[in-house]
Each structure stands twice: as structure tokens, then as C-alpha cells.
């Protein structure tokens, strides 16, 4: 019970808590996402793989979003409430709604939301290396929180009451709307074109999250089925994944050479298929989750370095992960039907490696103009 407690004591920190509050409620969204998914199948009465459309519509608009926002918006407190307004009404009328394809046009709305609040909360912190670690440490935080508290509303009710703890969460952060800095802000209506070295740094982003979710997506059905590892077991190996984030993402000082710690996370992706007892789980996930927040940070440090405008590229940055989030589960459902799980974590890993050998290049070079 004192574990969250002591986590959330991390967070004494100088960003603004309304940014905070807000990216932990984004992340609990995502979270929601696959616990549901079965809940949300019974509600409607359709198949699991129709049911992970909604999935798809709200992600799909979170790369769109996140990607113009940075081109069309100026953070401002007046896009900081509508987003979260927005998002209140899209939870609070998941709650309600008994059409499977009106509720897919809901979370879709979410999901343009989720896309704003990310990139507001980003574009305030992007390449300072003291506060993106207040921005960073809220996931690991949030899916120590949420994933037990989602897990014991489905076991009480079912996926509405998921959503009305959503709508409720998203009102809190209204409260304590922050005053943001017009140093990020792009031109509204103008876009610039990112620089070489921005654009390879993009594209490993990418890469690093194609990869990893296409793993990261059946390491549970590795785990249990290949390797027999209990469900209750596989939830505690998932939170120590989260825990060993913490650290690592909380971490105030520079990331010199981060594109280390992402070919570590391509490593543990080769390795994952290859475990043959329930314990080495532990490992390979612990440091797996560790080795993401080392990294994904210092890329974040040195794509805002190597960018005239920041602020952009902060929204590429988080729509390259999130396209690569959307697709990974495909690309790996196909490896997996053609190939086998071995082959999935040897394909999928080494597109993580070549994510990192694109940082380390870049961070070899000299700045561009």
C-alpha cells in the first residue's frame, strides 16, 4: 500500500502539476486500453481483434493530433482546458453510449485530446535536462497506479466504470491550469522543416517503438503459453517493468550517449522469445523498462538540441512513437503467422538496435545549421 505513496513523492518537482496531472491521466487512458479490451468486447458483443478498432481509431488520432499541434497551436492555457474538456467528454460519454461504432468515434476524439496534451506538456520541457524527467517519471508512476485500480473497477462492474474514473481523473488537472512559455511555440498556421539530423533522430524513435511494441504486444502470450508463467505472476513482473522506469526516467543529470541504452532495449526484445524458465522473465523486463527511460530521454535532449524549432519536433517526436506504437502489433501479428516468436524478437530487435545506432550517429556528428 505505501509503494504508489513513495512513488509519488518523486514527483517534487518544478513543472507545473497541472502539466503533470495531465500527462498521468493521458497515460492512465492508454493504460485502460488493453485491460479492457476483453470487457469491451462483452459490452458491445463483438470479437476481440473488431473490438481493438477503437484502439486504433483513438491512437491513429493521437499521432495526428501530436503531430499538427505543434505546426497550428501555441501552448496556451486556453488549449491546456479545451483539450482536458474535451477529454472529459469523450470518457464520460464512453460510459453511456451502446453503439460499438459511435463509441469507436468517441475514442477517436480521445484520442485527438490525449495527441494536444501530450504535445502541451512536452513542448514545455523539451530539451531541459532537469524537467523532462518530471514529464518522463509520471508513466512508469501512472501504470504502477492505475493498472491494479483498473484491474479491481473491471472486476466490480466492467469497463464503464473504467471510463467514469477516467472523466472524473480528467476534471482534476481544470483546476490548476499552468502558465506556459511562449519560447516553444511555433508560428501558428506556419510550419518549418526539420533538419537532417532531426529527421534521423525521428526516425529512430520510430524504429524503437515499432520494434518494441511488436514484442512488448505478445510478451504476455510468450510468457504464459510458451514459457508457462502464471497470470498473476506475469501482473508483477509487468510492475516491476514499471518500477525499474522510475529511476531511470527521474534522472536530472545528462544522458550522454542514449543510444547505448536503446540497443539494450533491442536486446531484451531477441532475448524475450528465448526464455525458457518462468524467472528469467524478471530480468529481461526489469531492465528493459530501465533501459527505455535512460534512453528515450537523452534522444529527446539531443533531438531538441539538433531542432531550430523544438517545439515541432517535439510533436514529431511523439507521433513517430505513437505510429510506431499503432503499427507494431501488426507488423508483429504478421512475423509471428508467417515466422514464429523467435523470429519476431530477432527482426523487431534489431530494428530497436538500428534505432540506437542512428542516435549515436548523430551525436557523433557536429550540429547542422
Do not use: K
Not at 134 to 163: K, Q, S, T, Y
Request: proline share 5%.
Amino acid at each position: 500500500m505505501q509503494v504508489p505513496i513513495r512513488l509519488l513523492r518523486v514527483a517534487r518537482v518544478g513543472t507545473a502539476p497541472g502539466l503533470l496531472m495531465a500527462t498521468a491521466v493521458s497515460t492512465a487512458v492508454f493504460i485502460a486500453t488493453p485491460i479492457s479490451l476483453a470487457a469491451i468486447a462483452d459490452r458491445f458483443g463483438v470479437g476481440a481483434g473488431t473490438a481493438g478498432l477503437f484502439s486504433a481509431a483513438q491512437l491513429g488520432m493521437f499521432v495526428v493530433a501530436s503531430w499538427a499541434a505543434g505546426r497550428f497551436l501555441v501552448p496556451d492555457g486556453r488549449v491546456f482546458r479545451l483539450a482536458l474538456l474535451v477529454l472529459v467528454a469523450a470518457n464520460a460519454t464512453s460510459v453511456v453510449v451502446d453503439d460499438f461504432a459511435l463509441f469507436v468515434a468517441v475514442r477517436a476524439l480521445s484520442g485527438v485530446s490525449l495527441g494536444v496534451l501530450t504535445w502541451l506538456a512536452w513542448s514545455q520541457v523539451f530539451g531541459d535536462e532537469e524537467r523532462q524527467g518530471d514529464i518522463a517519471v509520471v508513466g512508469p508512476v501512472a501504470g504502477v497506479v492505475a493498472a491494479p485500480l483498473f484491474g479491481v473497477l473491471l472486476e466490480a462492474g466492467d469497463d464503464r466504470w473504467v471510463f467514469g474514473v477516467l472523466a472524473a481523473a480528467a476534471v482534476i488537472p481544470l483546476l490548476f491550469t499552468p502558465d506556459f512559455a511562449v519560447g516553444y511555440s511555433a508560428p501558428v498556421g506556419g510550419r518549418t522543416r526539420a533538419v537532417p539530423q532531426a529527421i534521423v533522430l525521428i526516425l529512430a524513435l520510430l524504429l524503437l517503438t515499432l520494434g518494441g511494441s511488436a514484442v512488448f504486444v505478445f510478451s504476455g502470450v510468450i510468457l504464459i503459453e510458451e514459457v508457462g508463467i502464471s497470470p498473476g505472476a506475469l501482473s508483477l513482473v509487468y510492475a516491476a517493468n514499471a518500477l525499474a522506469s522510475v529511476p531511470s526516467s527521474r534522472w536530472r543529470g545528462r544522458r550522454p550517449f542514449s543510444g547505448v541504452w536503446l540497443a539494450v532495449t533491442g536486446a531484451c526484445a531477441v532475448s524475450l522469445p528465448l526464455i525458457t524458465e518462468p524467472w528469467m522473465a524478471w530480468p529481461v523486463l526489469t531492465l528493459w523498462g530501465f533501459a527505455f527511460w535512460a534512453g528515450v530521454p537523452g534522444l529527446y535532449s539531443l533531438l531538441a538540441e539538433r531542432s531550430a524549432h523544438p517545439a515541432e519536433r517535439a510533436g514529431d517526436a511523439q507521433a513517430a512513437m505513437a505510429a510506431g506504437r499503432a503499427v507494431g502489433p501488426l507488423f508483429g501479428g504478421a512475423l509471428v503467422s508467417v515466422w514464429s516468436f523467435g523470429v519476431l524478437g530477432l527482426v523487431c530487435g534489431c530494428l530497436m538496435a538500428a534505432g540506437g545506432a542512428l542516435s549515436l550517429a548523430v551525436e557523433r556528428q557536429r550540429p547542422g545549421r
